[in-house]
C-alpha cells in the first residue's frame, strides 16, 4: 500500500503540518497516516462555513466558500500530490475524489475519536479500509458506530 512507504507518509504528515499555515483560522489536532487512508481532526476556528464534499472540480471550484472544509481538504489533497509527484514517488492519483468527514459536537466525542485515531494503527487489522481485515466483534463493538461511513 502507498502510504506505508516511510518517504510518502512523512510528505504526508509534513503537507499535513502546513495546513495552518496557509489556513490561519485551522489548527490541527491528532492525525494518523495509515497504509491506506489518514484520520484527523481539524478544528475550523471561525464561524461555520459547512461542508461541501468534493465533485468535479472544474464545476466546482465557483462554489467553493473560501477556508471551508472542503477548500483545506481539496488544497492538503492538491499540494500533497504535487509533492509526492515532485520527489517522484508517485505517478498517478493517490486520493479519492471525495472525504469522510464527522461534525464533532462534545468533548466526550471529540476524546473518542482521539482514542480512535491514535489507537487505528494497533488496530488496523480489523480496519474497514483494510482489505485484508480480519473480523473482530470487540473491535465493532467499540468503533462501528465512527467506522460507518454515511
Not at 44 to 64: F, I, K
Not at 118 to 126: D, F, G, K, V
Amino acid at each position: 500500500m502507498l502510504f506505508e512507504d516511510p518517504l510518502v507518509k512523512d510528505t504526508l504528515e509534513l503537507t499535513w503540518q502546513e495546513v495552518p499555515e496557509h489556513f490561519p483560522h485551522a489548527s490541527l489536532d491528532v492525525f494518523v497516516v495509515m497504509p491506506n487512508h489518514m484520520h484527523a481532526i481539524l478544528h475550523l476556528n471561525r464561524p461555520p462555513v459547512g461542508s461541501q464534499h468534493a465533485g468535479n472540480l472544474l464545476e466546482a471550484r465557483a462554489a467553493l466558500l473560501p477556508g471551508s472544509l472542503s477548500v483545506v481538504i481539496r488544497s492538503f489533497k492538491s499540494a500533497s500530490t504535487k509533492r509526492l509527484r515532485e520527489r517522484r514517488l508517485i505517478s498517478g492519483r493517490i486520493w479519492q475524489s471525495n472525504y469522510h468527514d464527522r461534525v464533532i459536537r462534545t468533548d466526550r466525542e471529540l476524546d473518542r475519536v482521539r482514542e480512535y485515531i491514535a489507537l487505528n494503527p494497533l488496530n488496523w487489522q480489523h480496519d474497514q479500509d483494510n482489505l485484508e481485515r480480519t473480523a473482530s466483534v470487540e473491535y465493532e463493538r467499540a468503533w462501528n458506530w465512527l467506522e460507518a461511513h454515511t
